[in-house]
């Protein structure tokens, strides 16, 4: 059956990028709704932006949507990635401004208010998109495939020449509070260099040591260190997760990703929907719904610092 969250969620804190105060309500909605995301500092009939896949503007540096009015809201990655991650598959999110805001750089505080307020399951059957045939695509050093299986798995491997996150990998299946468990308290992370020459542009102006992991050669700037020794591919996973939701509809496939980022996974579903025969939608009978992200999580599985 499809969720919904009980109540309204509230959240505030600074865009990253933007470094402009923002605010996120998160209310209930429907069967069927969907998740949308709605601007209130514009017009009320150009407001709402479906967080789906053909509405997304690449980026390099994050996710961000625009619906045909030209409005947009960027950073939608993490509470995407907890919304999935929570089985909550209608939302209605009220933003303050062009940008959600990052907190502390993982999706923790938006998994710590769903459970908070609790998912309400709605009497309608929930349909997931089922991977048929193997979809794979390549961006420059960067590759991403999806492929059958019963559940959804991520694979993800990077290597960087910071010694402070060199080469990782990991593999998850996603079902029953995975996210949770293993990746919601994992944040975004950039070299020292990469902050310096953003804030030259005139970005990141929002960002602080608090809200990023930040890295210097072998060094961890952020205070407190790292949250786990392989933090950096467990939020490359994280954002696999928020980007993968924008299919509209949990997947049913393993995804692998090779020094994959936002716009590898959205061309990666561009290639999936381009090709009917690699994928159908089918509805969920009891035994796929347990094995979905979110089934059986309890609050307890929720890491410490959120």
């Given amino acids: 059956m499809q969720t919904t969250i009980n109540t309204s969620v509230v959240f505030e804190g600074k865009g990253l990028h933007l470094g402009e105060a923002a605010s996120v309500v998160v209310r209930p909605v429907s069967a069927d709704h969907g998740i949308v995301f709605r601007r209130t500092d514009v017009p009320a009939a150009k407001a709402d932006v479906p967080a789906l896949w053909d509405n997304v503007i690449i980026s390099p540096l994050n996710t961000r949507i625009e619906n045909t009015y030209g409005v947009s809201v960027s950073t939608i990655e993490h509470i995407m990635a907890a919304l999935a991650g929570c089985g909550i598959h209608n939302a209605l999110i009220e933003v303050t401004g062009p940008e959600v805001p990052i907190l502390d750089g993982s999706a923790a505080q938006f998994v710590e208010g769903f459970l908070r307020v609790g998912v309400k399951r709605l009497n309608a059957p929930l349909r997931v998109i089922e991977v048929l045939k193997p979809v794979s695509i390549q961006l420059g050093d960067a590759t991403a495939r999806l492929e059958p299986a019963d559940t959804l798995h991520i694979d993800f491997e990077i290597d960087f020449t910071d010694r402070a996150i060199g080469h990782q990998e990991k593999t998850l299946n996603m079902s029953n509070g995975a996210f949770v468990r293993e990746l919601c308290d994992s944040r975004t ?3 020292s260099s990469d902050v310096d ?10 960002g602080t040591l608090e ?9 961890v700037l952020s205070p407190g260190g790292l949250r786990h020794a392989d933090e950096a591919v467990r939020h490359k996973m994280l954002d696999a997760l928020g980007d993968l939701y924008t299919a509209g509809a949990p997947i049913l496939g393993r995804y692998t990703g090779h020094k994959a980022g936002h716009a590898v996974t959205n061309t990666l ?15 969920a009978d009891a035994t796929t719904a347990a094995r979905l992200p979110g089934v059986g999580l309890r609050r307890s599985d929720l890491p410490a610092v959120a």
Avoid at 197 to 206: K, P, V, Y
Avoid at 212 to 219: C, L, P, R
């Fill in 197 to 206: 020459a953003m804030r030259a542009q005139g970005l990141a102006l929002g």
């Fill in 269 to 283: 579903l561009c290639a999936l929907f381009d090709d009917p025969s690699a994928w159908r939608w089918a509805d």
């Fill in 189 to 191: 992370f950039c070299r």
């Fill in 211 to 219: 809200n990023a992991v930040v890295v210097d050669g072998a060094e």
